[in-house]
């Protein structure tokens, strides 16, 4: 088996002379020609799950022949990741998967990924690996933005038919795709999130989960030999609905990820400190369970720059489950 070249390095810089930045990046590059594809997780620092199948690649492809150039971000968002934050920057309290490049000096967040940007922008194919934060119980599915042209949105759709998760979501609406996901598109560079695992557990299943889906998308785009695995797969398009406290108190969740909810049941309550009932929460429609927020403390008043994560309960997919899936699997 021929062997790759490996470079090892950490981008670093400053914002406004104070905030240090790092970003670790490995590089293999084969001795055959072929695409670009970058790897990253830890946007979100404490969705370990990403973080561990990251390293679980870097260690296979030190030992396995590629084409082309396959770069390894292991941890995005090394600030975070060290200060065991979650969510949102340590640094700025903002959700750096809104942001895009262009706006370097504005804060420490824009100027982070606008340096993640340069790393990302060459590659043909990018995979970002989320997982469910400590807070975050996450049913593992897999959405596709589908944008830009017929061939485009099937190279972005490949990436993803190789994870061994049920529910593959395509999403057409711009607005409810991560800013950095609709620049990467733009740029013409095909990209998805996975989104596998729960509650920043390290969890071996999800870590095999993620780790299979990468294999499977180098092996589509050439990267790795081999014919990539295609499991069977259900492909759901709906409205995102994400469920928010109008009260603070404490959260006692009525659902589970992965459940279908019908119009009229219960997603839970919001109680004062005693236990009385503040406020309950009921579907308007039947949809998926795509996550909900596990950790009983809500603050509904706290928004970081507008974010509305502290408040979030129950995250929605209403369901419209894709008709031609045959022409999908084409
Ligand atoms: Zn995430």
Redesign the pocket.
């Known amino acids: 088996m021929s062997m790759n070249s490996v470079t090892e390095e950490i981008i670093r810089g400053t914002f406004r002379g104070e905030e240090p930045l790092e970003i670790p990046v490995i590089t293999f590059r084969g001795e055959s020609d072929g695409p670009e594809f970058t790897v990253m997780s830890g ?2 620092a404490g ?1 370990y799950s ?1 973080i561990l199948a990251a390293q679980r690649l870097i260690n296979h492809l030190r030992t396995t022949g590629i084409s082309g150039t396959v770069r390894v971000i292991p941890v995005v968002s090394t600030r975070a990741f060290m200060a065991r934050n979650m ?1 949102l920057s340590p640094v700025d309290q903002r959700e750096v ?1 809104f942001y895009g490049p262009g706006n370097a000096d504005n804060s420490y967040t824009e100027f982070q990924i606008d340096t993640l940007y340069k790393l990302l922008v060459t590659s043909n194919y990018v995979i970002d690996m ?4 400590f807070a ?1 119980a996450l049913h593992s599915w897999i959405p596709v933005p589908m944008q830009g042209s017929d061939d485009f949105q099937r190279r972005t759709l490949s990436l993803a038919l190789g994870y061994p998760v049920e529910h593959i979501e395509l999403r057409r609406e711009r607005e409810s795709v991560p800013a950095l996901v609709n620049h990467l598109a733009d740029d013409g560079v095909a990209n998805i ?1 996975a ?1 596998i695992g729960k509650n920043g557990l390290p969890n071996e299943s999800h870590i095999d989960a993620h780790y299979q889906g990468l294999i499977a998308a180098l092996q589509t785009a050439g990267n790795l030999a081999g014919e990539p695995q295609r499991p069977s797969h259900t492909f759901i398009e709906g409205s995102r609905r994400q469920i928010n406290a109008d009260v603070s108190g404490v959260w006692h969740p009525a659902v589970k990820e992965g459940d279908i909810v019908e119009p009229g049941q219960p997603l839970g309550n919001i109680t004062d400190y005693f236990g009385t009932v503040l406020e309950e929460y009921f579907a308007e429609e039947r949809a998926l369970v795509l996550y909900y927020w596990t950790s009983p403390a809500i603050d509904h008043l706290r928004r970081p720059h507008g974010y509305d994560w502290h408040s979030g309960l129950v995250s929605l997919l209403t369901i419209d489950e894709a008709s031609d899936t045959a022409r999908l699997d084409a």
């Open positions: 946007m979100h969705e990403g969510q998967h989320h997982s469910g934060e975050q999130w989104e």
